[in-house]
């Protein structure tokens, strides 16, 4: 059996000023960031920076 995992779960709208340093500030912490997007009227700027993330690991 493995180890413990941590995830991140995150409810946004509207955050595109805010997340990338959220992210960056607990990126070396959790094993998986969940980002659910309620509505944002930018929400293609999450998928490419979420997508970022994922691509580039830890």
Request: with cysteine; charged share 20%; proline share 2%.
């Amino acid at each position: 059996m493995g180890g413990i995992s941590i995830s991140l779960c995150m409810i946004v709208k509207d955050e595109e000023e805010s997340l990338p340093t959220c992210l960056a500030a607990v990126r070396e912490l959790v094993d998986e960031m969940i980002i659910i997007d309620t509505g944002s009227i930018s929400v293609w700027y999450y998928m490419d920076m979420i997508m970022t993330y994922i691509i580039k690991g830890r």
